[in-house]
Nanobody
Framework: VQLVESGGGVVQPGGSLRLSCVQT????????MGWFRQAPGKEREFVAQ???????RYAHAVEGRFTISRDNDKNTVYLEMNKLTVDDTTIYYC?????????????????WGRGTQVTVSS
């Protein structure tokens, strides 16, 4: 199973980015998908997840600004990020869940992408 993220980059505070993650070699629609982020020297932090039936959960820090969605026909999960702040600067990782249910802990995910850098700077 491979997860490949794209869409990271540099954006000004208040701007927007959309991250994408394509999963291969597994029945995508069966599993929860998530986004985490990790700054150097810090633990991996939950950002958002979407279950196999479309139930979503968000970290408090991003709720109301980020939106997670999935396109099962394209084996792709998205993270729409709006009103970005400098505190959102870090590497974002896509993760494939072990199950279809809601999952918010890293140990509930069995597959990880390599990450994509998001930098919010003026």
């Amino acid at each position: 199973v491979q997860l490949v993220e794209s869409g990271g980059g540099v954006v000004q505070p208040g701007g927007s980015l959309r991250l994408s993650c394509v999963q291969t070699e597994r029945i995508f629609s069966t599993y929860a998908m998530g986004w985490f982020r990790q700054a150097p020297g810090k633990e991996r932090e939950f950002v958002a997840q979407i279950s196999s039936v479309g139930h979503t959960r968000y970290a408090h820090a991003v709720e109301g600004r980020f939106t997670i969605s999935r396109d099962n026909d394209k084996n792709t999960v998205y993270l729409e990020m709006n009103k970005l702040t400098v505190d959102d600067t870090t590497i974002y990782y896509c993760a494939g869940g072990r199950y279809g249910r809601i999952a918010m802990r890293p140990d509930e995910y069995g597959y990880w992408g390599r990450g994509t850098q998001v930098t919010v700077s003026s």
